[in-house]
């Protein structure tokens, strides 16, 4: 089993910046993707950028140029710089950690046959 704590949500003013952080309770000896969703009330779920064990990265379309996802594999941590923050930004931020799994178009991660999930971390962004 892997734990997945994420941490650095907030609330912010539009324009405003926050990082992101995801806490893996243990580290992976296969391939893997790692990745952020969000889900706003009565939104869809949405895919924000993912970043695979061979350093690639993906983005949705509405996140490009403004948020960066990376990864420190010492301490074990997944982190999201999200910049130029903007109101419909507001959501519930996931950290999912996919094994076996490979980035995706639109800041996913596909395939693989083991999932993770964190509680999330609640993003505000105001006007």
């Known amino acids: 089993q892997v734990q997945l704590a994420e941490s650095g949500g907030g609330s912010v003013q539009a324009g405003g910046s926050l990082r992101l952080s995801c806490a893996v309770s243990?580290?992976?000896?296969?391939?893997?993707?790692m990745g952020w969703f969000r889900q706003a009330p009565g939104k869809q779920r949405e895919g924000v950028a993912a970043?695979?064990?061979?350093?690639?990265?993906s983005y949705a379309e509405s996140v490009k140029g403004r948020f960066t996802i990376s990864e420190d594999n010492a301490k074990l941590i997944l982190y999201l710089q999200m910049n130029s923050l903007k109101v419909e930004d507001t959501a519930m931020y996931h950290c999912?950690?996919?094994?076996?799994?490979?980035?995706?178009?639109?800041?996913?991660?596909?395939?693989?046959?083991?999932?993770?999930r964190g509680q999330g971390t609640q993003v505000t962004v105001s006007s």
């Open positions: 243990r580290s992976i000896s296969s391939s893997y993707c």
């Open positions: 999912v950690l996919d094994v076996r799994a490979r980035i995706d178009e639109g800041g996913v991660c596909k395939g693989g046959d083991t999932g993770y």
């Open positions: 970043i695979d064990s061979d350093s690639g990265t």
